[in-house]
T-cell receptor, first 106, second 114 residues
């Protein structure tokens, strides 16, 4: 089991701002997932990345997988209060990081 | 009901109590999972079931006893728990032969052990 580190741990921003959160591993990911967990709910899968250098977009969210497949980033453009939640990365779906707790203030 | 449901949503129990958590998936999946989510710790996979058979037990203490009577239902029986077992317990399901296919999570049971 590899260690997944997510940063920052907490992030509080104003509506309309941009942000980036990171997920780093001590070894190569076979596949990497990003989830969002809203308060009182379970995590919901946002995206899976598999290929080094891969970029995927989901509306205002851009996911990037590092060339060496040991790191990933999630960039949110023009954050909205509905983006508030815990963002989790996972390796091969089952090994999770500790998450980034995002609060978007209206 | 749709998706993955869990009951109860909140549970407070003493260390000598026995209680059970229930999970039901309405997605036609064949694999089901129990996870533990504690504050400041990563989500921990506890058990994996595939077609009612347990395929993984990730060194979980015996005070947690899972049961999977069919592919749609999963239980977690709890007895003589410790305060450090307080956490959010999440159930998930997926299609495929366990550990494959997108996981769909339930809302969790918030457990407090006094």
């Amino acid at each position: 089991t590899q260690l997944l580190e997510q940063s920052p741990q907490f992030l509080s921003i104003q509506e309309g701002e941009n942000l980036t959160v990171y997920c780093n591993s001590s070894s190569v990911f076979s596949s990497l997932q990003w989830y969002r967990q809203e308060p009182g709910e379970g995590p919901v899968l946002l995206v899976t990345v598999v290929t080094g250098g891969e970029v995927k977009k989901l509306k205002r969210l851009t996911f990037q997988f590092g060339d060496a497949r040991k790191d990933s980033s999630l960039h949110i453009t023009a954050a909205q209060p509905g983006d508030t939640g815990l963002y989790l990365c996972a390796e091969n779906q089952f090994y999770f990081g500790t998450g980034t707790s995002l609060t978007v203030i209206p | 009901e749709t998706g993955v449901t869990q009951t109860p949503r909140h549970l407070v129990m003493g260390m000598t109590n026995k209680k059970s958590l229930k999970c039901e998936q309405h997605l036609g999946h064949n694999a089901m999972y129990w996870y533990k989510q504690s504050a400041k710790k990563p989500l921990e996979l506890m058990f994996v079931y595939n077609f009612k058979e347990q395929t993984e037990n990730n060194s979980v203490p015996s005070r947690f006893s899972p049961e999977c009577p069919n592919s749609s239902h999963l239980f977690l029986h709890l007895h003589t728990l410790q305060p450090e077992d307080s956490a959010l317990y999440l159930c998930a399901s997926s299609q495929g032969t366990g550990r494959t296919g997108e996981q769909f999570f339930g809302p969790g049971t918030r457990l407090t052990v006094l």
